[in-house]
T-cell receptor
Framework: NAGVTQTPKFQVLKTGQSMTLQCAQDMNHNSMYWYRQDPGMGLRLIYYSASEGTTDKGEVPNGYNVSRLNKREFSLRLESAAPSQTSVYFC????????????FGPGTRLTVT | GQQVMQIPQYQHVQEGEDFTTYCNSSTTLSNIQWYKQRPGGHPVFLIQLVKSGEVKKQKRLTFQFGEAKKNSSLHITATQTTDVGTYFCAGPGTNAGKSTFGDGTTLTVKP
C-alpha cells in the first residue's frame, strides 16, 4: 500500500518546454488534487477532481491542464513552462465530500530557468 | 471564497518552551483539520475537529475548536527538536471535497 506516489521527484525545465507530472493513489479515493507550494508559503490549489472524468479549477489554474485518466491517476501538464511556475507540486487524494483528510504525495520539485 | 488565516507566520522557541498557533475564519466552519509538514517533506494529516468547543490531545499536542466554530488552535507543550516544521490548518472549501489551507506557521526549535 504505497499511498500517493508522484513522478518525477525533481525536474529542471527551460522556459517554453512542456512536461507532465504524474500522480497515482492506491486508496480507492474518488477525490484528487494538485497543489503548488512556493518557498515559505502555503498550499494553493491548482485543480481538483471529484471523480473519474471530472475536473474543476482551483485557485491558480492558469498555465496548467489536468487529466483524470482513471480513478487511480491524476496528471498535471505544463504546456509552456515559465519561471513563475518554479515551485513544489503536491498531489493529494481524499475520501468523498467534506471532512475527509487529504493524503499527500512526496512532491515534485520543479525549476524553470 | 472562504479563507482561513493563521498566526503567527513564524515562531522561534527554545527547546522546552511552549508553542501555540491560531487559525481564524470569518465564517462558521463545519470542521477544521490540522496538518504538519516537516522541512523538505509533504503535509501529513494530524487531526480533525468537528464539534463546537472540542478539545483533542495527542501526547504533547492539544487541539481546540472554538465555541463559535470560527477559530482553532494548536498548542505544543515543552517543544522538542522533532516538532520543527510548518503547521497548517485547513477548513472546508466552498465546493464539496475542496479544502482551504491557511498559510501555515513555521516553528523552529533551538536546542
Amino acid at each position: 500500500n504505497a499511498g500517493v506516489t508522484q513522478t518525477p521527484k525533481f525536474q529542471v525545465l527551460k522556459t517554453g518546454q512542456s512536461m507532465t507530472l504524474q500522480c497515482a493513489q492506491d486508496m480507492n479515493h474518488n477525490s484528487m488534487y494538485w497543489y503548488r507550494q512556493d518557498p515559505g508559503m502555503g498550499l494553493r490549489l491548482i485543480y481538483y477532481s471529484a471523480s473519474e472524468g471530472t475536473t474543476d479549477k482551483g485557485e491558480v489554474p492558469n498555465g496548467y491542464n489536468v487529466s483524470r485518466l482513471n480513478k487511480r491517476e491524476f496528471s498535471l501538464r505544463l504546456e509552456s513552462a515559465a519561471p513563475s511556475q518554479t515551485s513544489v507540486y503536491f498531489c493529494a487524494s481524499s475520501g468523498d465530500g467534506q471532512g475527509y483528510e487529504q493524503y499527500f504525495g512526496p512532491g515534485t520539485r520543479l525549476t524553470v530557468t | 471564497g472562504q479563507q482561513v488565516m493563521q498566526i503567527p507566520q513564524y515562531q522561534h522557541v527554545q527547546e522546552g518552551e511552549d508553542f501555540t498557533t491560531y487559525c481564524n475564519s470569518s465564517t462558521t466552519l463545519s470542521n477544521i483539520q490540522w496538518y504538519k509538514q516537516r522541512p523538505g517533506g509533504h503535509p501529513v494529516f494530524l487531526i480533525q475537529l468537528v464539534k463546537s468547543g472540542e478539545v483533542k490531545k495527542q501526547k504533547r499536542l492539544t487541539f481546540q475548536f472554538g465555541e463559535a466554530k470560527k477559530n482553532s488552535s494548536l498548542h505544543i507543550t515543552a517543544t522538542q527538536t522533532t516538532d520543527v516544521g510548518t503547521y497548517f490548518c485547513a477548513g472546508p472549501g466552498t465546493n464539496a471535497g475542496k479544502s482551504t489551507f491557511g498559510d501555515g506557521t513555521t516553528l523552529t526549535v533551538k536546542p
